[in-house]
Structure formats: C-alpha cells, structure tokens
T-cell receptor, first 113, second 115 residues
Framework: DAKTTQPNSMESNEEEPVHLPCNHS???????IHWYRQLPSQGPEYVIH???SNVNNRMASLAIAEDRKSSTLILHRATLRDAAVYYC??????????????FGTGTLLAVQP | DAGVIQSPRHEVTEMGQEVTLRCKPI?????LFWYRQTMMRGLELLIY????????DSGMPEDRFSAKMPNASFSTLKIQPSEPRDSAVYFC?????????????FGPGTRLTVT
C-alpha cells in the first residue's frame, strides 16, 4: 500500500491560515487523497478528498502537487475547534482497497488563542 | 439524522469476561466498519460489512474476536474471552456506498477497559 508521511505536530494561531503537508511519493495513478480529522475524544470525521485538481469545500481546501507526490490541507482561518489530529489517507479507486481507510499517525494540530 | 450510534460508551470488565459492543449505522448506509484505536497501534480497521455480509475480516486480531450484522440497522463486535491488551477505543463507521468517493461516518466510540 502507498504510504503517507506527515509531521507529528504543528501549531497555529487562531484566525490564521494553516497549511498541513502530506507526502505520498509512492502514490499510484488511481489513488485518491483523503483527509480526515479526529477531534479530542471523538471519532474521525471526513474533511475533503481529491485526485489531481485542487478542491474546496466548506471545511477546507486541498492543494495537490502537479506530480501528486504531495498535498496540503489548508484551513483558511483556524479556530480553537480545529485543534485535532489530521490524517492524510490514500484510497485506491478500484478493488477492495477502495473501501478501506488506512490511518497513519497523522498531524496533531494545536491552535493557540 | 442521529449519526452512527454506539453502545455502551464506556465498558469496564475483568479479564476472561465476554464483551459485546453494539453499533447502529446511519439508515440507508450499505457499508459498516469496525475500527480499534490504541496508543501503540493507532486506528486499525478490524472488519467491514457490505449489505450485512462480512467482506474483509483480515484485521480481526484473533479468534477471540467476532462480529455480526444480523440486519441493516445493527451490528455487534464480541470479544470472548477478553484480555487486558484488548483495552482500546472501538469505533463503528458506516458509509452510503463503497468506493473512494464515499466518506465514512464514525460513531463516538466505545472505550473498553479490561482489568
């Protein structure tokens, strides 16, 4: 399985943008890049996903490098509620692997007021 | 929608006892997943079902663990006999369909402590 590499932790100030990086140098052409986050004492929640083009939704933006070997989750204005562990996950487009979420260690984001 | 419902939220039991964790997926979702989270191993997929049928149980740690889905609105994860190393948070998740474009919705988890 293609693996992802994320920094263990990051810090941000409230109301400032946050850029969370993810490296996936062994990504295959059919792997989608998904992001989930886990707030303290809660189950993970979906944030965003993409294949090649940059994606935006109400929660965040996903910027994908042209060679797809890295991506960045962008929180445009961090709030205290965004303090969580953020997971970058690759999901295959075909076969049984497409149904699975393989979680790594993620990035623990701390947001300072 | 109430989301994925898990019960109990906390369970404390003694080694050797049987433990049953319960999950009610979101109505209409075809897929149900059981995950376990520990400090040492992080979040691991244990088993998942499609239309009540187990599809992949390769993550189930050993024969002491079993999971069933008797109908579309209920699933159980049973540990018999339980051991201290089973202490973890167990999450249930469901998704509308399988595939890369369908997000998984997680429940609040059951924190299991085996003494």
């Amino acid at each position: 399985d293609a693996k992802t590499t994320q920094p263990n932790s990051m810090e941000s100030n409230e109301e400032e943008p946050v850029h969370l990086p993810c490296n996936h140098s062994t990504i295959s052409g059919t792997d989608y890049i998904h992001w989930y986050r886990q707030l303290p004492s809660q189950g993970p929640e979906y944030v965003i996903h993409g294949l090649t083009s940059n994606v935006n939704n109400r929660m965040a933006s996903l910027a994908i490098a042209e060679d797809r070997k890295s991506s960045t989750l962008i929180l445009h204005r961090a709030t205290l509620r965004d303090a969580a562990v953020y997971y970058c996950i690759l999901r295959g487009a075909y076969g049984g692997a497409t149904n699975k979420l393989i979680f790594g260690t993620g990035t623990l984001l701390a947001v300072q007021p | 929608d109430a989301g994925v419902i898990q019960s109990p939220r906390h369970e404390v039991t003694e080694m050797g006892q049987e433990v049953t964790l319960r999950c009610k997926p979101i109505s209409g979702h075809d897929y149900l997943f059981w995950y376990r989270q520990t400090m040492m191993r992080g979040l691991e997929l244990l088993i998942y079902f499609n239309n009540n049928v187990p599809i992949d149980d390769s993550g189930m740690p050993e024969d002491r663990f079993s999971a069933k889905m008797p109908n579309a609105s209920f699933s159980t994860l049973k540990i018999q006999p339980s051991e201290p190393r089973d202490s973890a948070v167990y999450f249930c998740a469901s998704s509308l369909r399988g595939g890369y474009s369908y997000e998984q919705y997680f429940g609040p988890g059951t924190r299991l402590t085996v003494t």
